[in-house]
């Protein structure tokens, strides 16, 4: 399952939006699909990423 979300939906959202940072896209993801139950601001992001 996680195979078909990186070569089909993550794949298209990068080549239709043109990003670079592929990498900082998946961690950001990651960090958003574990913690799909809880509220998601930016300073809660920012603290899973650091």
């Given at each position: 399952m996680q195979?078909?979300?990186?070569?089909?939906?993550l794949k298209?959202?990068i080549?239709?939006n043109?990003?670079?940072?592929t990498?900082?896209?998946?961690?950001l993801l990651d960090?958003?699909?574990?913690?799909?139950?809880?509220?998601?601001?930016p300073?809660t992001i920012?603290?899973?990423i650091?």
């Amino acid at each position: 399952m996680q195979n078909l979300f990186k070569e089909v939906y993550l794949k298209d959202l990068i080549e239709r939006n043109n990003i670079s940072k592929t990498y900082e896209l998946e961690s950001l993801l990651d960090i958003l699909a574990s913690n799909i139950g809880a509220l998601a601001n930016p300073s809660t992001i920012e603290k899973n990423i650091c």
